[in-house]
Nanobody, 124 residues
Framework: VQLQASGGGLVQAGGSLRLSCSAS????????VGWFRQAPGKGREFVAA???????YYGDSVKGRFTISRDSAKKTVALQMNSLKAEDTAVYYC???????????????????WGQGTQVTVSS
């Protein structure tokens, strides 16, 4: 299973970006997919997750600004990021859990497959 994250870039504070995660070797319909981020010198932080049953979870710092969604037809999971702040600057990773129909998790240890990351830079 290989995940591919895309859509990062440079944006001004207050702006928006949409990240996309696609997978080879599986569809996302039966798996929980999460987004994490890592800023320089910091640990990996949970951002959002969507379960196989479309339940969604968000980190406290992004609630109300970010939205995670799944497009089963396109076999992608998107992260819509609005009202971006300088502190959102990080490398963003998408990840998928190993087992089907798993409960959502905010822990990176619960995710078996990871994409390569996409850089998001928010200028203030």
């Amino acid at each position: 299973v290989q995940l591919q994250a895309s859509g990062g870039g440079l944006v001004q504070a207050g702006g928006s970006l949409r990240l996309s995660c696609s997978a080879s070797g599986r569809t996302f319909s039966n798996y929980t997919v999460g987004w994490f981020r890592q800023a320089p010198g910091k640990g990996r932080e949970f951002v959002a997750a969507i379960t196989w049953s479309a339940d969604t979870y968000y980190g406290d710092s992004v609630k109300g600004r970010f939205t995670i969604s799944r497009d089963s037809a396109k076999k992608t999971v998107a992260l819509q990021m609005n009202s971006l702040k300088a502190e959102d600057t990080a490398v963003y990773y998408c990840a998928s859990q190993y087992y089907t129909h798993s409960a959502g998790s905010t822990s990176p240890d619960e995710y078996a497959y990871w994409g390569q990351g996409t850089q998001v830079t928010v200028s203030s």
